[in-house]
């Protein structure tokens, strides 16, 4: 339904304008949180340039009556709805707008759950929390409470493959309320120039939201009780999810950072307030550095969760950790491949990756290290590896072709689609 | 409110693949009534192309949600309004959808305007055609019936300066549906993809269109009586018009063809079916060539109006008239300056014109020449013009400085538009 | 062998770098003589702009070294040369080379040629000049001269049919020595960044330039005896050619004005010293209006040469003649067609223009008119016109399918190159 | 001297034209051996094209005059010089004229260089390779062979800092004969459309290319004979570089396969007769995926030079050779630091390494490992290594800031070079 381009081009090619279009480039990006594209010849690489001292603004057009239009209708559309629901995504980061979506959830005391990109933008242990909406890959529950709404307002994301799952058209365009960036859109139709923070900051200060009825409340989740399962047993994905939960259930504030693949998708089922992931496509590499990176800049201690392939990749850059004073406690899923490519290609012959000795490496890198092949095993190492001081490393031999329950309907829900021809 | 750029651009430079995309530019043109925009490097301007026997088709997306909602919006409002209006944009011609339009106008029995563009677009004498809408340039009673509506329905026209004169913020944003090539808009929200052909259809078609009482019509054109003035005086613009008004209600179903400048502005008040002017905006020159492609190619005789610093341009193409069997019957205001730039910038001291003895220049050319200086002979020539089977060019003296009444409000308008801040 | 483009081009979207690109494409249009591209949008014509007030200076590379090694070569050329010649091309003139170009020539003591585009560049009655070359077209004597040349020394000009005519490739490669804006071609090399300024000021200040024979000297022109045809039969082309030399030769300092067309190679044996026409493609209607404009501006009366289908298109601006204080003397060569296209073209039907009364039309527009059908009366008329304190047009009646001679050879070179295949 | 784009570019947006694009793209690739462009937009990755069965040919135009007059300039020049010598650059390599070059190296008998992107482009090992030339950087015999020759010719070359050192300049243009891909220059003028490979062919077969005297030949290197430090002190580089010789002089079909930074410095001066390397800037972490390639491709096995920082970016790779059936010996220098960045900018504080215990790594990656830290002990280590049947790493621990002669004189030139005035 969205589409559209705002970001700003350049090439600084002459020193007496380059330092307004840098200027205005950066405005630019600021302002719509997209980017930006400044070509920098390479022989002006170290020309000086003049700094303006009073850089050129861009400003935004605001259409005022187009917001007050749009937020009489949601209003409107909202009160009208019996089973209302919010959707987060991804910009409500973005525009740092997370404290307002809050304020609104809680007046409206309706269900709230996240697109995939937009996971950790509401706290997940926030009671009215109902899940990462994936689509049909979701689970049966939070299906029902998204797709029986007869009004969805989704907040700060594009409608797409990465964002709402394979099966976005489950999201009835009739009872679709979707904030973006600069634009509302309901039904047919649309509001342009009317900002996003504008709209929020308009309905969360709207009077009479609140409900008669007492807040919506996700079920509890099931307890940190042993699993059915044998805990001697060869560990299964699932049976890493569950201790990954009990392990986020005793430590309230620990942050997941979690690479891409499979990992990505067992990270929608683990309960850690904050989730930091990578965008999808193209990112695999992305926890190890990530999770230092977070560590130096914020000081928290995070859990990581990362693959054998995506570790070759810059797994090795554990080794700063210590130098750096960071103490991450990384969990490596090793099943020998790249299983979440051979999942949707099981005809592949190319996705094995060649072992390591993930844990001894670790060691010499600086971490100490974990070799674990049962659940018990894990949820041992994850006490001892938290209660130590430096980081760690835990690989978890998992069995080939074993993947998460969502990866798993991922996979089942693309294929049925890719067997029928294109909407 | 709207602006988009639709066209189609490519570079001809390979032989292979010129075709393509010559049948993929004419086919654009065709169906967004927009330029496009070919290339042909001069090295391949006679290179063989392979036509390709099955040319691709560019399919434009309709969104047929789109089309229902914008329509079912457009009836709600049609139906809910005391006083609604249509106006009729240069669209309406260009997609071919005259016909169409008259269906709706003669179901809701409402007032039908034009834009300026679109001046000839719905038939100038049908009973219910109000006039050409130029915002607080437009005579009052006009004025009164557009302004006061709470429904106006334009149909086919962006708004601007061109279009709608520089009031075009007389229409009011709450009371206003417009469409246009292939979006709707009303209030602050739009539609995309609902082309306006598919709009339209729905709407003709739609029962119950039509208003309990009798359709409204245009007051009577004040009789052919003659002027108060004295008919032997020296002759104004105001006289010229009526005279030309006389003849085009005693000619029903002569053309006119106009120049720009005050000869477009005098052309707003003159009541031919069919009329037939250029794009306002550097177009100075298109009347006597515009009258012989028309006469040619429609076997029509036209009454063509022209200024004398447009005749100097492009008058001498009369000098083919005969030869291509044409007799237009051409009207030259001669005021001795390009009298329309001097009325905007009073101060201006460019902008008169060289003499030229256009009548007799005219009888060189083949034509029968008149020059008149009275509003009695400019009625007699035009008589034995007509009567004549040879092309003929009648001199109007004027003074200078006398400009038609539409221009006259156009310039007042204009000049306090740009005595205040823009909005 | 050469082919660049060395314009400037730059779209003016931001006031605060507006400034900079038009003083750069300023200084860049100035030093290369070739056009710049600047793009304005509409939104930014009336935007104001900080002028720079010290621009940026374009530094154009000259290389000593290329300089030095070229002149050293072309020397060494021309000293070893038994027959060199010069050919003066357009650059000459724009880069106001023409007194170091006489000097040159006068040290050297060759004949001198101009091109097609340079004709005036160097004084077409200086004595060592030896015509205008345009290959095959020439007539021999210039041919023998350029063509048995051993060295060639061209400057100022690209080698193109609009320059050298359809036989470009009569001048040897072997022997040809090219001096262009900024390079200089001998034999297969080039040298870049050796301006043609510094390389000519270098050459005329070479010691030793002069020959020991005497200057060579064009041969006389053939005095202007009558004709042998008969002064009272139906004027020809060749007669026009013939009375107007005569004209020239009692006139010495008359400037001529040429129209493109017939024209224009006509116009290559008259011997004017200056003669200004366009550029040969797309310029029809060139010669009335720049004859104005020369008068305007440099106070010369010119005569002017100018068919009857480019008056057609731009002739009656001759009505501003007497307002603007200008006499020329229009000789108007009317063969009722245009006669280049349909020499090169013999089967096309389209050519034919339509008749005007010319001599009248004149009358009409302030000048003096005459019509003449004979060799005396073209040369009675020149008298009187010439006499005469007013603008004048002579229109001078020729058989269609009378062409100059030139023109001819032109024809028969073209028809004979695009029957055999293209090089 | 030189600079020219002749890469393609396209944008693959419509199938019917993809394949022409796709077709052309890679013949003018591998026809001008430079980059090609092609934009691939994310909906046309899975479309459908049709393989032209004929696709179009890209006809690079060749200029036979020029290949004439340029072959015999050189002929000419060789034959009157002295002291000629030639420089083999990377072109000979890409367009495939190594034993063109040979048979004309070894019919002048003259000295042969290479550049430093050509080192291995020319045997190393044959009796007339004179080293690899950098300017002031090279040591003082080769700097007396190229800089007194009186005719320099350098094949396939563009000189820049990456090419030919810091001090390019010290070849005098006046002697200098330049023969690149497309082009010839000699002094200051230039043969266009001129190729190489015409080029060289026409001189390899000119006869009376041989002089009188016999070929010249590089002088004898210094026997491997024991160094007069005591090898069993810490090791240096200059240690490393002896034992590399050593071992190259007893296996003579060796490649060496070098990273970038201080190891391609010292390559410099190993003699194997192949030698692979990237192209300087940007290229860190090359050399042992590059050695896998090698061997992969080819089945020579190779020798590694590496640093520590190279090694910490892509050495795990070295986990894939037992799989791939490779089995290269990687020398990793390891000083504990970016040295060669250090090198020139002395005050850096983030240029060191964290610590990796390589050899250990190396054996849980599948490889013996050693440590060495003396002479002697690396000669053991190289001759154990070479004798096993699998991969091997071997450490070099050497001192922080011990950089090669090469780069020692390069850092030199360098701050000389910045500290005066750019030329």
Same mark, same amino acid.
């Given at each position: 339904v969205y589409r559209e381009v705002t970001e700003y081009a350049a090439i600084l090619d002459d020193p007496r304008t380059a330092a307004a279009h840098v200027a205005r480039a950066l405005d630019v990006a600021w302002k719509v949180k997209r980017p930006v594209y400044l070509e920098i010849p390479r022989d002006m690489v170290s020309a000086g340039i003049d700094l303006p001292v009073d850089p050129p603004q861009v400003e935004l057009r605001t259409d005022e009556g187009a917001v007050e239009e749009a937020v009489a209708e949601i209003l409107s559309r909202l009160r009208a709805a019996e089973r209302p629901v919010l959707i987060v995504g991804v910009e409500v980061h973005r525009f740092g707008l997370g404290a307002l979506v809050i304020r609104l959830a809680e007046a409206l005391g309706v269900p709230v759950a996240s697109s995939f990109l937009g996971r950790g933008a509401f706290p997940?242990?926030?009671?009215?929390f109902a899940g990462t909406y994936?689509?049909?890959?979701?689970?049966a529950p939070l299906r029902e409470v998204v797709e029986s709404s007869d009004c969805v307002l989704l907040l700060g994301?594009?409608?797409s493959d990465t964002s709402?799952?394979?099966?976005?058209?489950?999201?009835s365009e009739r009872n679709l309320l979707l904030c973006v960036a600069r634009d509302v859109f309901i039904g047919h139709h649309r509001y342009q120039d009317a900002p996003i923070d504008r709209v929020l900051a308009r309905l969360a200060a709207s %009077?009479? !939201? *609140?409900?008669?009825?007492p807040a919506w409340r996700a079920p509890e989740?099931?307890?940190?009780?042993?699993?059915?399962?044998?805990?001697?047993?060869?560990?299964t994905i699932v049976d890493v999810i569950e201790a990954l939960n009990a392990f986020a259930d005793a430590h309230d504030d620990v942050p997941l950072v979690s690479d891409t693949g499979d990992c990505l998708f067992s990270a929608v089922e683990i309960r850690t307030n904050l989730c930091m992931g990578p965008a999808?496509?193209?990112?695999?590499?992305?926890?190890v550095p990530a999770a230092l990176g977070m560590q130096v800049s914020t000081g928290r201690r995070p859990l990581v969760l990362v693959g054998d392939g995506a570790f070759q990749m810059t797994? %090795?850059? !554990? *080794?700063h950790a210590v130098e750096l004073g960071c103490n991450p406690v990384v969990v490596l899923l090793n099943n020998g491949s790249w299983e979440m490519l051979q999942a949707f290609?099981?005809?592949?012959?190319?996705n094995r990756t060649v072992p390591w000795p993930f844990a001894r490496l670790a060691e010499l890198w600086g971490c100490r290290g974990f070799e674990v092949r049962t659940a018990a095993a894990l949820r041992d190492a994850l006490r001892l590896a938290w209660a130590g001081d430096g980081p760690a490393l835990i690989e978890v031999t998992l069995q080939r072709g074993d993947i998460s329950p969502v990866l798993s309907r991922f996979v089942a829900a693309f294929r049925q689609r890719v067997n029928r021809p294109l909407p």
């Open positions: 997940i242990r926030h009671p009215q994936l689509g049909v890959v979701s689970p994301e594009l409608i709402l799952g394979v099966s976005a058209d489950r999201l %009077p009479g !939201l *609140s409900r008669r009825a989740a099931v307890p940190d009780t042993p699993s059915a399962r044998d805990p001697h047993a060869p560990i999808y496509y193209a990112t695999m590499g992305f926890a797994g %090795p850059e !554990l *080794s290609f099981p005809a592949a012959t190319y």
